[in-house]
């Protein structure tokens, strides 16, 4: 499967930004998806992942009550609706998809990952 994000852009501290990741060339419905970014001089980390049919999701803590993790696999893509957006936000947000085990934290278990898009949040 290829994945292809979009949606960040430059957004003052408080304001909404949505993310999308389109996929194509699988079947969307059979991967489990998850959000990561990586701020600047940091480690790629977990923020949310969804489940195949979209009944389960998770999320990081420092993002859980702000940011919500939904697919659509009608138009095989994933969202991820960020809101309250804090300075500590700003990063790359990369999309990947799973058809293998492992816990949905871990960037192992994700073996389809997209280009990542940049999100800035201003204070």
């Known amino acids: 499967v290829q994945l292809q994000a979009s949606g960040g852009g430059l957004q003052q501290a408080g304001a909404s930004l949505r993310l999308s990741c389109a996929a194509s060339?699988?079947?969307?419905?059979?991967?489990?998806m998850g959000w990561f970014r990586q701020a600047p001089g940091k480690e790629r980390e977990f923020a949310a992942a969804?489940?195949?049919?979209?009944?389960?999701?998770y999320y990081a803590d420092s993002v859980k009550g702000r940011f919500t993790i939904s697919r659509d696999n009608a138009k095989n893509t994933m969202y991820l609706q960020m809101n309250s957006l804090k300075p500590e936000d700003t990063a790359v947000y990369y999309c990947?998809?799973?058809?293998?085990?492992?816990?949905?934290?871990?960037?192992?278990?994700?073996?389809?990952w997209g280009q990542g898009t940049l999100v800035t949040v201003s204070s």
């Open positions: 969804i489940s195949g049919s979209g009944s389960t999701t």
């Open positions: 990947a998809a799973s058809d293998s085990g492992g816990n949905y934290y871990a960037l192992r278990k994700y073996n389809y």
């Open positions: 060339g699988g079947t969307f419905s059979s991967y489990f």
